[in-house]
């Protein structure tokens, strides 16, 4: 049995936002080497933000 669009697309947008995730990631890594400071702020700041989230936005 072939699946449900919708599963595919939801499989298909997991997979980009993966993509998105490994890409911001990876540049924030490059931040963080080149300026700790403001990259260490940054990067703070975002997971402070992925928790807050993860918290209200079931």
């Keep these: 049995m ?3 669009p919708f599963q595919l697309a939801k499989i298909h ?5 993966r993509r998105l ?3 911001i990631l990876q540049q ?6 080149d ?3 403001e990259g260490a702020i940054v990067w703070s700041l975002y997971h ?3 928790a807050w ?3 209200h936005l079931h």
């Design 2 to 4: 072939a699946k449900q």
């Design 35 to 37: 300026y700790f400071g």
């Design 13 to 17: 947008l997991v997979a980009v936002v």
């Design 28 to 33: 924030f890594s490059t931040i963080k080497r």
């Design 48 to 50: 402070y933000a992925v």
């Design 21 to 23: 995730a490994k890409g």
């Design 53 to 55: 989230m993860r918290q």
